[in-house]
Protein backbone atom coordinates (compact mmCIF):
# COMPACT_ATOMS: atom_id res chain seq x y z
CA UNK A 1 0.00 0.00 0.00
CA UNK A 2 2.97 2.53 0.96
CA UNK A 3 4.19 1.71 -2.65
CA UNK A 4 1.11 2.59 -3.98
CA UNK A 5 0.66 5.75 -2.39
CA UNK A 6 4.44 6.81 -3.19
CA UNK A 7 3.66 6.10 -7.08
CA UNK A 8 0.55 7.93 -6.81
CA UNK A 9 2.35 11.10 -5.10
CA UNK A 10 5.43 10.65 -7.98
CA UNK A 11 2.52 10.67 -10.83
CA UNK A 12 0.38 13.16 -9.89
CA UNK A 13 2.70 16.14 -7.46
CA UNK A 14 6.05 15.46 -8.71
CA UNK A 15 8.55 15.59 -6.28
CA UNK A 16 8.09 19.02 -5.03
CA UNK A 17 6.30 17.93 -1.82
CA UNK A 18 9.11 15.31 -0.75
CA UNK A 19 12.71 15.26 -1.86
CA UNK A 20 12.25 11.52 -1.55
CA UNK A 21 10.30 10.56 -4.58
CA UNK A 22 13.24 11.75 -6.83
CA UNK A 23 14.75 8.59 -5.69
CA UNK A 24 11.57 6.55 -7.36
CA UNK A 25 10.44 6.08 -10.60
CA UNK A 26 6.97 5.10 -11.66
CA UNK A 27 8.08 1.78 -12.82
CA UNK A 28 10.20 0.71 -10.31
CA UNK A 29 6.81 1.59 -7.90
CA UNK A 30 4.72 -0.58 -10.30
CA UNK A 31 6.72 -3.29 -10.21
CA UNK A 32 7.46 -2.70 -6.39
CA UNK A 33 4.06 -3.13 -5.47
CA UNK A 34 3.05 -5.80 -7.79
CA UNK A 35 5.90 -7.79 -6.14
CA UNK A 36 4.59 -7.11 -2.70
CA UNK A 37 1.08 -8.02 -3.48
CA UNK A 38 2.43 -11.85 -5.20
CA UNK A 39 4.43 -12.19 -2.19
CA UNK A 40 1.31 -11.70 0.12
CA UNK A 41 -0.79 -13.55 -1.79
CA UNK A 42 1.39 -16.35 -1.66
CA UNK A 43 1.99 -16.00 2.25
CA UNK A 44 -1.59 -15.91 2.95
CA UNK A 45 -2.52 -19.27 0.78
CA UNK A 46 0.58 -20.54 2.35
CA UNK A 47 -0.96 -19.72 5.99
CA UNK A 48 -4.42 -21.00 4.73
CA UNK A 49 -3.14 -24.17 4.18
CA UNK A 50 -0.68 -24.94 6.71
CA UNK A 51 -1.44 -27.68 8.99
CA UNK A 52 -0.61 -25.75 12.76
CA UNK A 53 -2.42 -22.45 12.81
CA UNK A 54 -5.56 -21.35 14.38
CA UNK A 55 -7.93 -21.92 11.88
CA UNK A 56 -6.10 -25.42 10.99
CA UNK A 57 -6.31 -26.21 14.82
CA UNK A 58 -10.50 -25.65 14.60
CA UNK A 59 -10.98 -27.97 12.00
CA UNK A 60 -11.70 -24.57 9.33
CA UNK A 61 -10.00 -25.12 6.33
CA UNK A 62 -9.96 -21.22 4.77
CA UNK A 63 -7.80 -22.03 1.37
CA UNK A 64 -11.49 -21.29 -0.08
CA UNK A 65 -10.89 -17.46 1.19
CA UNK A 66 -7.60 -17.10 -1.40
CA UNK A 67 -9.43 -16.34 -4.43
CA UNK A 68 -11.79 -13.55 -2.52
CA UNK A 69 -8.64 -12.23 -1.09
CA UNK A 70 -7.03 -12.11 -4.97
CA UNK A 71 -10.12 -10.31 -5.53
CA UNK A 72 -9.44 -8.02 -3.28
CA UNK A 73 -5.81 -7.78 -4.34
CA UNK A 74 -6.64 -7.18 -7.88
CA UNK A 75 -9.69 -4.52 -7.12
CA UNK A 76 -7.12 -2.25 -5.08
CA UNK A 77 -4.67 -2.23 -7.58
CA UNK A 78 -7.21 -1.54 -10.19
CA UNK A 79 -8.11 1.53 -8.07
CA UNK A 80 -5.07 2.36 -7.33
CA UNK A 81 -4.24 2.86 -10.89
CA UNK A 82 -7.28 5.17 -11.53
CA UNK A 83 -7.09 7.03 -8.46
CA UNK A 84 -4.97 10.56 -8.34
CA UNK A 85 -5.08 10.12 -4.66
CA UNK A 86 -2.48 7.05 -3.24
CA UNK A 87 -4.07 6.98 0.27
CA UNK A 88 -5.37 3.75 1.11
CA UNK A 89 -7.88 4.59 2.84
CA UNK A 90 -9.51 6.84 0.09
CA UNK A 91 -8.74 4.19 -2.41
CA UNK A 92 -10.57 1.49 -0.07
CA UNK A 93 -13.86 4.01 0.77
CA UNK A 94 -13.73 4.97 -2.78
CA UNK A 95 -15.64 2.32 -4.19
CA UNK A 96 -18.22 0.35 -3.11
CA UNK A 97 -17.35 -3.02 -4.69
CA UNK A 98 -13.86 -2.95 -2.90
CA UNK A 99 -15.51 -2.16 0.66
CA UNK A 100 -18.44 -5.15 -0.03
CA UNK A 101 -15.34 -7.64 -1.14
CA UNK A 102 -13.74 -6.84 1.86
CA UNK A 103 -16.95 -7.17 3.94
CA UNK A 104 -17.34 -10.93 2.79
CA UNK A 105 -13.96 -11.60 3.44
CA UNK A 106 -14.66 -10.36 7.14
CA UNK A 107 -17.77 -12.37 7.52
CA UNK A 108 -16.37 -15.00 5.86
CA UNK A 109 -13.35 -15.40 8.38
CA UNK A 110 -15.53 -14.97 11.23
CA UNK A 111 -18.46 -17.01 10.09
CA UNK A 112 -15.72 -19.68 9.19
CA UNK A 113 -13.89 -19.46 13.07
CA UNK A 114 -16.54 -18.92 14.80
CA UNK A 115 -20.00 -20.05 14.12
CA UNK A 116 -18.49 -23.31 12.32
Known amino acids: MS ?5 NELKFFGTENRR ?3 EY ?8 TQSFMT ?3 VFYSMACVADNTVAANLG ?3 SWTVPLVML ?3 RYNLDLSKMEEGDPVTVITGDKWL ?3 IITYVVSI ?7
Do not use: A, H, P, Q
Request: contains cysteine; positive net charge.
Open 110 to 116: VTGLYLL
Open 3 to 7: FGKRR
Open 20 to 22: VLE
Open 72 to 74: ICL
Open 99 to 101: VFL
Open 25 to 32: TIDFLDKS
Open 39 to 41: LSL
Open 60 to 62: VNL
